[in-house]
């Protein structure tokens, strides 16, 4: 048996833009899609912590330290510049792989910068 189970996830990051009259998807700073390990065109869950909407789409790559999360097509209705969003992809495992992952979070500041979970806690609590 299979199992769909989480991999990797971009905490908290800001909606910098939107593009409504693109066919869809998300750009996503290439710096984080590599540190989530997220590829080019996979697959991602949207979460907006600011409305509660959901979305799924597929990644792609906005330059590398930009910052960029532009959420395009039907994604872009979810989601206004400065939202808060959780952008997680998933992966396909047997029982004994999925006994011993670790799913990797990326945590990032209001820019979209990598932070620890430290000093993603104390941005949280203000």
Do not use: W
């Not at 999925?98 to 910068?113: C, L, P, R, S």
């Amino acid at each position: 048996m299979r199992r769909t189970i989480l991999s990797s996830k971009i905490h908290r990051a800001t909606v910098t833009g939107g593009n409504i009259d693109y066919v869809g998807s998300i750009y996503i700073d290439r710096e984080l899609m590599d540190a989530a390990g997220i590829l080019p065109n996979e697959k991602v869950q949207v979460v907006n912590v600011t409305n509660a909407q959901r979305s799924e789409t597929y990644a792609l790559p906005a330059e590398t330290g930009s910052g960029e999360i532009c959420p395009c097509g039907g994604s872009a209705k979810i989601a206004k510049p400065g939202d808060l969003l959780i952008i997680m992809a998933y992966k396909q495992m047997s029982d004994e792989e999925a006994a011993t992952h670790e799913a990797k979070v990326i945590f990032v500041d209001k820019k979209n910068q990598i932070i620890s979970k430290e000093e993603a806690e104390e941005q949280v609590k203000g």
